[in-house]
Every structure is written in structure tokens, then in C-alpha cells.
């Protein structure tokens, strides 16, 4: 029996090993669900895959070029709280004594060009008196504000002073998320200050922040002060001007916004050329067209802006478009989305000839509109405080 054991026990126990390496490499073979997650494998990373050790070189390229401002403009401020109340004014009016004050604020600049052009932003530069501007080599001077453009929130300077370092360009339009960026500008006033993130999100806009909004999205850290400063790629080349930063407590929460170069360069070679940016007009507010509204228009799943609004006398009239219209597409252009609508025709030169295709009373129509010059944003005076 022995004997036996001894001689069917070997192959007994190799039977068994077989089997268990079947199951566990082909489990279906014995009717078992297959385990295999299909896990990818990444490749063996190489030295030249990875980013360097630092981005000195990148600041020391672009950090020359970013100027600190500081600004400051007259305020009437009442001289009693009593003074603000409504129930005093109503009896004493508005002829209430009051007194001047001199009120400062920071922001950042780039320098564009060795000829002494800065770009920022509006909101650094609006209403101020005076705007000095202090670069990185100690040099101080004053600057004139050649122009400005609330609805993108930009302002061209002009600086008069010799070798003026200049920042070199980069494509906005080719950066893509993930890519480094470093935020360079005079967060609250300590001097100016280098911080590092990544592109977090291209094309944003719908922030309620300006009229033409296509921000890039990052999180290095943007404070108060980075405004108008400049945003780098990680050679050095300006990608946008930083402008704002999404937060409830006032500081940095990771989310910053800034105005791509494309577009920023765009706009100050208008301004510098034209004192103003020269954007077309079509005299018409508009409003989605929601699913209620696409189904009692008979329009379900097709694109279409509502005209909610016409001007008088302007170029939308003037076509004969009228209020309750569906605009299918303008230019041959799909008309998916109001505020994409607006901004295609702000960028088609005033007096050109467009054709808008309209939905009205069920039946389609074609009409043609020559196009406008778009008046200048009216800046909301500034509250006495």
C-alpha cells in the first residue's frame, strides 16, 4: 500500500499544481469568470520626459519685463457718518460739506515693448490720477494710459524710459491643460513675487467678469496685486495677463483667471492704432433658446438663438429683424450659443455685408445686415464715498 502511495503520489500532486496554475491562468477553461483586469502598464519613463529641476531660467527671461504699480486717485468722502443718513439728506440735500482724500491702490504690468508699451488691467487703471509704475531694476517713472477696453479689462500704458527690458510672446492658443504656469506680478505690495501652478481649464467664460470672457484657468496663486501682472509658460513666454481669482475669502483658492495673450495682444494693437477697439454691432439683445421655447417654435434639437431686444435705428432693425425672432445662424455660422454669437459678430469689420437666417411665424427667412460700429461701454460713474 505503501508502495502504492509512494508511486501515485507524485503525479497525484503534479495533477494538482497543473491544475491550480490552469485555473489561475484560464480560469473559462473550467468555467470560471475571467479575473483579468487588463491593466495598462506605462512605459519606463526617460530623464527627457520629465520637467527640470527649476524655473529659474524661465522667471529670469520674463521676470525683467513685469512691472509693479501703484495708483492713486482723489475721493470725496463726507466728513460726519451723520451725513449719510437718508432721512438727513432728505431734509439738507446733497450740498453737504465734504472732504478730499487720497486713495491708493496696487496692481502689476507687463512691458511689452522696448518702446515703452504696457499692458494691464482696466480695473488697476480706472478713474486713477496718477499711476506709477516701478520696474524690476529699481527704476521708477510715471505712465499715461494711451487706452483702455472694460469689456475685455485691459488698458494700454506708455512708459518714456531707456532700455526697457520686453517680454517674448507666447501662443496662447497652443498651450493645453496641465502645462506648467507661472504667475508673476506685486501680490499685495510685498514686491514682486514668482508663483507656480498648472493650466487648469482653457476657454472659460459665463463669469460675469467681463462682456468678452475666454480666461485661462490656473492655480498658481494669484492675490490680490497679480492683477494685470503676467502669466509664463515654462520658457519664459508670455501666455496671458492675470486678472482675476475666483474666491470667498479674497485670497488665493487655487482658481485664477487670466486673459489670453492672443487676445490681449489683439486688443492693444487696436487700442494703440485706433485709441478705442474697433468691434462690430448688430443692435440686439439676446436670449437662449430653452427646450420650452425650441418645442412651442418647433424647433427641437436644432440650434437658435431669441432676439429678446432690438435698438432703434440700428443695423438689426435697420435688416428688418424683430423682436421674438429665432436666429438659426449668422454668417453661416450655427448661432448654438448667444454670448459665441456676439463675439463672431464683434469681430467682423463694421460696414461688411452679413446673412442671418431667422425662424418667424414657422417659416424661415433669410435677411441681410450691414454691420455696425459697436458704441463704446459706458464706464458706471465712480461712488463718493
Same mark, same amino acid.
Given at each position: 500500500?505503501?508502495?502504492?502511495?509512494?508511486?501515485?503520489?507524485?503525479?497525484?500532486?503534479?495533477?494538482?499544481? *497543473?491544475?491550480?496554475?490552469? /485555473?489561475?491562468?484560464?480560469?473559462?477553461?473550467?468555467?470560471?469568470?475571467?479575473?483579468?483586469?487588463?491593466? @495598462? @502598464? #506605462?512605459?519606463?519613463?526617460?530623464?527627457?520626459?520629465?520637467?527640470?529641476?527649476?524655473?529659474?531660467?524661465?522667471?529670469?527671461?520674463?521676470?525683467?519685463?513685469?512691472?509693479?504699480?501703484?495708483?492713486?486717485?482723489?475721493?470725496? $468722502?463726507?466728513?460726519?457718518?451723520?451725513? =449719510?443718513?437718508? @432721512?438727513?439728506?432728505?431734509?439738507?440735500?446733497?450740498?453737504?460739506?465734504?472732504?478730499?482724500?487720497?486713495?491708493?491702490?496696487? %496692481?502689476?504690468?507687463?512691458?511689452?515693448?522696448? +518702446? %515703452?508699451?504696457?499692458?494691464?488691467?482696466?480695473? *488697476?487703471?480706472?478713474?486713477?490720477?496718477?499711476?506709477?509704475?516701478?520696474?524690476?531694476?529699481?527704476?521708477?517713472?510715471?505712465?499715461?494710459?494711451?487706452?483702455?477696453?472694460?469689456?475685455?479689462?485691459?488698458?494700454?500704458?506708455?512708459?518714456?524710459?531707456?532700455?526697457?527690458?520686453?517680454?517674448?510672446?507666447?501662443?496662447? !492658443?497652443?498651450?493645453? /491643460?496641465?502645462?506648467?504656469?507661472?504667475?508673476?506680478?506685486?501680490?499685495?505690495?510685498?514686491?514682486?513675487?514668482?508663483?507656480?501652478?498648472?493650466?487648469?481649464? +482653457?476657454?472659460?467664460? @459665463?463669469? &460675469?467678469?467681463?462682456?468678452?470672457? !475666454?480666461?485661462?484657468? +490656473?492655480?498658481?496663486?494669484?492675490?490680490?496685486?497679480?492683477? &494685470?501682472?503676467?502669466?509664463?509658460?515654462?520658457?519664459?513666454?508670455?501666455?496671458?495677463?492675470?486678472?482675476?481669482?475666483?474666491? $470667498?475669502? %479674497?485670497?488665493?483658492?487655487?482658481? %485664477?483667471?487670466?486673459?489670453?495673450?492672443?487676445? #490681449?495682444?489683439?486688443?492693444?494693437?487696436?487700442?494703440?492704432?485706433?485709441?478705442?477697439?474697433?468691434?462690430?454691432?448688430?443692435?440686439?439683445?439676446?436670449?437662449?433658446?430653452?427646450? !420650452?421655447?425650441?418645442?412651442?417654435?418647433?424647433?427641437? &434639437?436644432?440650434?437658435?438663438?431669441?432676439?429678446?431686444?432690438?435698438?432703434?435705428?440700428?443695423?438689426?432693425?435697420?435688416?428688418?429683424?424683430?423682436?421674438?425672432?429665432?436666429?438659426?445662424?449668422?454668417?453661416?455660422?450655427?448661432?448654438? !450659443?448667444?454670448?459665441?454669437?456676439?463675439?463672431?459678430?464683434?469681430?467682423?469689420?463694421? +460696414?461688411?455685408?452679413?446673412?442671418?437666417?431667422?425662424?418667424?411665424?414657422?417659416? =424661415?427667412?433669410?435677411?441681410?445686415?450691414? /454691420?455696425?460700429?459697436?458704441?463704446?461701454?459706458?464706464?458706471?460713474?465712480?461712488?463718493? =464715498?
Amino acid at each position: 500500500m505503501l508502495k502504492a502511495l509512494r508511486f501515485l503520489g507524485w503525479p497525484l500532486l503534479a495533477g494538482v499544481l *497543473v491544475a491550480m496554475l490552469i /485555473i489561475q491562468r484560464y480560469p473559462q477553461w473550467v468555467g470560471l469568470p475571467n479575473l483579468d483586469v487588463n491593466l @495598462q @502598464q #506605462a512605459p519606463q519613463t526617460t530623464l527627457s520626459q520629465q520637467g527640470p529641476a527649476s524655473y529659474a531660467d524661465a522667471v529670469s527671461l520674463a521676470a525683467p519685463a513685469v512691472a509693479n504699480l501703484y495708483t492713486t486717485k482723489m475721493v470725496n $468722502k463726507n466728513t460726519h457718518p451723520l451725513f =449719510e443718513d437718508p @432721512q438727513f439728506r432728505r431734509f439738507f440735500g446733497d450740498n453737504l460739506p465734504k472732504q478730499k482724500r487720497m486713495e491708493s491702490s496696487l %496692481g502689476s504690468a507687463v512691458i511689452m515693448s522696448s +518702446t %515703452g508699451y504696457l499692458l494691464t488691467n482696466n480695473h *488697476v487703471t480706472a478713474g486713477a490720477d496718477q499711476i506709477v509704475v516701478a520696474l524690476k531694476d529699481g527704476r521708477e517713472t510715471l505712465a499715461k494710459v494711451v487706452g483702455s477696453d472694460p469689456e475685455t479689462d485691459l488698458a494700454v500704458l506708455k512708459i518714456d524710459l531707456p532700455n526697457l527690458p520686453s517680454i517674448t510672446i507666447g501662443r496662447s !492658443d497652443q498651450i493645453r /491643460i496641465g502645462d506648467i504656469a507661472l504667475a508673476i506680478g506685486n501680490p499685495f505690495g510685498v514686491g514682486q513675487t514668482t508663483t507656480m501652478g498648472i493650466i487648469s481649464a +482653457t476657454g472659460r467664460n @459665463q463669469l &460675469g467678469l467681463n462682456n468678452y470672457e !475666454d480666461f485661462i484657468q +490656473t492655480d498658481a496663486a494669484i492675490n490680490p496685486g497679480n492683477s &494685470g501682472g503676467a502669466l509664463v509658460d515654462a520658457n519664459g513666454n508670455l501666455t496671458g495677463i492675470n486678472t482675476a481669482i475666483f474666491s $470667498k475669502s %479674497g485670497g488665493s483658492q487655487g482658481i %485664477g483667471f487670466a486673459i489670453p495673450i492672443n487676445l #490681449a495682444v489683439e486688443v492693444m494693437k487696436a487700442i494703440i492704432e485706433h485709441g478705442q477697439v474697433i468691434r462690430g454691432w448688430l443692435g440686439i439683445e439676446v436670449q437662449p433658446l430653452t427646450q !420650452d421655447l425650441a418645442e412651442s417654435f418647433g424647433l427641437s &434639437g436644432r440650434p437658435g438663438i431669441v432676439v429678446a431686444g432690438v435698438f432703434r435705428d440700428g443695423p438689426a432693425q435697420k435688416a428688418g429683424l424683430q423682436l421674438g425672432d429665432v436666429i438659426l445662424s449668422i454668417d453661416g455660422v450655427p448661432a448654438t !450659443d448667444g454670448r459665441r454669437s456676439m463675439n463672431q459678430v464683434a469681430r467682423i469689420k463694421p +460696414t461688411d455685408n452679413v446673412a442671418i437666417q431667422v425662424l418667424r411665424n414657422g417659416k =424661415e427667412l433669410k435677411l441681410m445686415a450691414e /454691420i455696425g460700429l459697436r458704441p463704446p461701454q459706458q464706464t458706471p460713474p465712480q461712488e463718493e =464715498e
